[in-house]
């Protein structure tokens, strides 16, 4: 149930729709100072705002569309601007890379990479503002919790249809708590002057990917796949994007330092990581009672499997081959 702010005329407007601009207004503002601070261009910058806002909402609703056809009426009535619906987030993840990619491809700009380090450390500051909607709808939230009674483990939600007052997990200020730390960490990365280009970027899908695998897992509304129906479509993507930075870092650390067998022990122990990962999460759908073991173990996982990347990463550093 969404809580209505304010009317204005015949016009209701909702706090979480509130807020949600709010997230869009501080990564547009962040963007723009970091973009504008580095690389000085506002062509670009002015450019791809508008551009990654409009196929932002139309790629967002798309997804959320496909996901859940049974909440529209058809396509053409989904897809018509602010309509009735959700809004996917990786929709808008998918519209801002686009965005950067059209904007170089029309000679906007000569650096991606560039563009697309402000665009992740921004869209972190953007996603710890927008998942506190939530606080004002039933919105990403976890199973019920009988131990905790108050934040920030639990946020109560109405019930629709017995109208009783429920205490489940609250994941949504999990999810901005960690947007927040990571973009607080970015930003000091961001601003140190011996940095590759798309490092800010590849490091916020390797760390970020890795929190949406176990933090989407806890979601009762979470987004899956038609074929199936019971994967979820963040968890996979999720899994891809800390795959990417993974196989990344790998090639940039084989060409800076040279092959060692020893790296192939370090691909090895990270893909054992994330086949345990995988394995705790098949573990706790069918064990829900034991969710606490299984998300720490998955969690403890994932953990070193960032670990890992990021020393790969700085093994990679090396600018010149060793012998």
């Given at each position: ?302 953990i070193f499997i960032v670990a890992l990347a990021l020393l790969t990463r700085a093994l990679g550093e090396t600018t010149q081959r060793k012998a």
């Amino acid at each position: 149930m969404e809580k209505i702010a304010f009317f204005a005329g015949e016009t209701v407007y909702y706090w979480s729709a509130i807020v949600l601009t709010l997230a869009a207004l501080t990564a547009v503002c962040f963007f723009l100072s970091l973009y504008l601070g580095k690389e000085g261009n506002a062509v670009a910058a002015f450019g791809v705002i508008p551009l990654a806002l409009a196929l932002s909402l139309v790629l967002a609703r798309l997804v959320h569309w496909y996901c859940r056809a049974d909440s529209y009426d058809g396509f053409s009535e989904a897809m018509v601007p602010f309509s009735p619906g959700g809004y996917a987030l990786l929709g808008v993840f998918a519209g801002c890379i686009l965005a950067a990619a059209l904007t170089r491809l029309l000679h906007f700009h000569d650096n991606l990479p560039r563009m697309l380090d402000c665009m992740a450390v921004a869209g972190c500051a953007g996603i710890a503002v927008g998942r506190l909607a939530s606080f004002f709808n039933a919105s990403d939230r976890g199973q019920i919790v009988q131990s905790a009674k108050s934040l920030p483990w639990v946020y109560p939600v109405t019930n629709a249809v017995s109208g009783a007052t429920e205490y489940r997990l609250a994941t949504f200020l999990f999810q901005a708590m960690v947007a927040l730390v990571l973009f607080i960490a970015l930003l000091v990365f961001f601003s140190r002057k011996k940095r590759r280009d798309g490092d800010a970027a590849l490091i916020f899908l390797l760390i970020y990917g890795a929190s949406q695998i176990v933090l989407d897992s806890t979601r009762y509304d979470k987004l899956f796949f038609r074929s199936n129906g019971f994967v979820s479509i963040v968890q996979v993507l999720g899994a891809v994007a800390l795959v990417l930075a993974i196989v990344i870092f790998s090639v940039r650390m084989v060409k800076a330092r040279g092959f060692r067998f020893w790296y192939v022990l370090l691909w090895l122990a990270m893909a054992a990581l994330l086949g345990g990962a995988g394995f705790m999460e098949y573990y706790v759908q069918r064990h829900g009672d034991l969710a606490v073991f299984s998300y720490s173990v998955m969690s403890v996982c994932l953990i070193f499997i960032v670990a890992l990347a990021l020393l790969t990463r700085a093994l990679g550093e090396t600018t010149q081959r060793k012998a």
